[in-house]
């Protein structure tokens, strides 16, 4: 039996209409598991029953994390937010760290964890963080736009090694203060957080980087998933 994987569906507000990135799926499928795409609703009875099908949940990109989950006003230079996903995401998020329910994160994924537990985030980082690495690269997006350290003794280290790695960078926000409920265990060439675990759980690792992007070419983006696959059986 392949473990089913629960994927967070994007959501489109111009044309009213949920999608997915291929490359999601596709890498799930390619580590043996069966991704699923949840339903997009905030509804917790209809959240509850699809929850229960699943063995894992992938807390996907997408929107900018409304600020009002760490309680600050929001600012000008902040994206569009959808409180739909900060509501369903937190509902699943919670029941996922009380049933020890393996679950990871992708960009707004580690931010969106981060943010619930307790962290915040920069609104608009490259107003808010100066810095010549590069967090919003062009396309294509499998190839690396900068370095990361993966610090040892962590998660992260166990699937991929510590030291240097390379990845790829796509995203407008990024964890400011860490959540007390997470372990940092990588950091990008000028201090930012590039991966964290949430303490205490079986599986709840999140990176700031897009593995679905760049998984037919890089052997990292494969591990990293295949890491959660595996704990989800």
Not at 18 to 24: A, I, K, R, S
Request: charge should be negative.
């Amino acid at each position: 039996m392949r473990a089913v994987i629960g994927l967070i569906p994007l959501y489109d507000e111009n044309k009213e209409s949920v999608w997915m990135l291929p490359g999601y799926m596709k890498v799930i499928e390619k580590c043996g598991g069966m991704p699923i795409i949840l339903p997009f609703t905030d509804d917790e009875d209809e959240l509850g029953q699809v929850y229960e099908m699943c063995d894992g949940i992938l807390f996907t990109g997408g929107h900018d994390v409304s600020p009002a989950i760490y309680h600050e006003e929001k600012k000008s230079t902040c994206g569009v937010s959808c409180d739909v996903r900060d509501a369903m995401e937190n509902f699943l998020l919670k029941k996922c760290l009380e049933d020890n329910k393996p679950l990871f994160g992708i960009c707004r994924g580690i931010q969106f964890i981060n943010a619930s537990l307790g962290g915040t985030l920069y609104q608009d980082l490259p107003s808010e963080f100066e810095s010549k690495t590069e967090h919003h690269m062009t396309p294509p997006y499998d190839r690396a736009a900068h370095k990361v350290e993966v610090l040892q003794d962590t998660k992260l280290a166990n699937i991929i090694g510590s030291g240097v790695h390379e990845v790829n960078s796509y995203h407008h926000q990024a964890i400011k203060e860490l959540s007390p409920r997470v372990d940092k265990m990588a950091v990008s060439e000028d201090g930012l957080v590039e991966a964290i675990a949430v303490k205490n759980q079986k599986f709840a690792v999140a990176v700031q980087w897009h593995p679905e992007f760049s998984y037919e070419n890089n052997q990292d983006s494969v591990s990293v998933i295949q890491a959660f696959v595996d704990a989800c059986i």
